[in-house]
């Protein structure tokens, strides 16, 4: 059985029905596992290698549970007499490893409401996707931290599970979800989890280094067919992406920034206090609203054509 019919019916299956919201979500139970783990293992008073060291025990328990778990479902649906059914069990599965509906639903309800000026619910619903403070943020502020977030989430929202489904089928892309729903959780650069996140956080860059890499070639083809501009795409890809703070978030946004004609990065707030994020692309174009939906549409052109080169890979 092909896995790349497998991803491509989970791929229509997410268009059609999205990300239902269910305590019983297989992410929402991984986060669970993760909480339940980091009750038990984490102590504010143990020292920064302890905490090192029980933060790598969280992330070798949870990925090999979940590899495990993807293991056995690939197992036991392999046994079934129907192909269809196997082909729509597995597909069901990995639909929840990918979010391009929900992503892309996102940034257009955001979209929307700037287009009718409401800021107000702007800035409530973009908080609902990135970690920033964002109840001061003007139109363009809004529109850059969508298609921010539009752009970097096309790499561990869809491409990355989808490659490691390409390659290691169920086991490896559950197991990528939970070590990138590890860093959501945990990959924070503060007191609490400097040291205890360090491994989650660290996993994560290592398992996003090539889908990253992959996506900005991805978005360069997605500009090219959407006839934007894929040459300045390119250049602001080898130019900005390694500007980035983290070594794989660059490579999706600075490509997105250079086939829009836009400027990302600049100053955020997270609780009161100013980050800085080196900007990536230029400002040719001021940014409005419409510039998420130009980034929407690189996201599934992106992804469609993930799909149509592994299939002529395999």
């Not at 239902?20 to 669970?32: A, D, T």
């Not at 836009?262 to 400002?283: D, K, Q, V």
Request: include cysteine.
């Amino acid at each position: 059985m092909s896995p790349i019919i497998i991803a491509v019916v989970a791929f229509l299956i997410d268009a059609m029905i999205g990300d239902p919201r269910s305590k019983f979500h297989p992410v929402v139970l991984i986060g669970n596992l993760i909480s339940a783990l980091e009750k038990c293992l984490r102590r504010d008073l143990d020292s920064p290698n302890k905490k090192i060291f029980k933060g790598g025990v969280l992330v070798v328990i949870v990925v090999l549970a979940t590899f495990i778990i993807g293991w056995s479902v690939e197992a036991l649906t392999n046994q079934l007499p129907s192909l269809a059914a196997q082909i729509f069990i597995q597909a069901l599965v990995l639909s929840f490893m990918i979010s391009p509906r929900s992503l892309g639903d996102a940034g257009r309800e955001i979209y929307f409401l700037l287009a009718r000026e409401d800021l107000v619910r702007a800035r409530e619903k973009v908080g609902w996707i990135v970690g920033r403070d964002t109840q001061n943020l003007n139109e363009s502020e809004i529109t850059r931290a969508t298609v921010e977030t539009v752009a970097e989430n096309t790499v561990d929202g869809i491409i990355s599970p989808l490659f490691y489904f390409a390659i290691g089928g169920l086991p490896l892309a559950i197991a990528y979800r939970a070590i990138n729903t590890m860093d959501s959780m945990l990959g924070y650069k503060n007191d609490k989890y400097l040291y205890f996140g360090r491994v989650a956080a660290r996993l994560d860059d290592v398992a996003n280094l090539i889908p990253a890499r992959l996506t900005g070639l991805l978005f360069i083809g997605a500009a090219m067919l959407l006839q934007l501009d894929y040459k300045n795409a390119f250049n602001m890809m080898r130019r900005d992406a390694a500007k980035h703070p983290s070594p794989n978030g660059g490579w999706a946004e600075a490509t997105v920034a250079g086939a829009l004609h836009i400027r990302l990065g600049g100053m955020n707030y997270y609780f009161g206090e100013p980050h800085f994020r080196a900007y990536m692309g230029e400002p040719d174009e001021n940014l409005e609203a419409v510039h998420i939906l130009g980034a929407i549409r690189m996201m599934y052109t992106a992804t469609i054509l993930f799909l149509i080169c592994a299939c002529l890979i395999a």
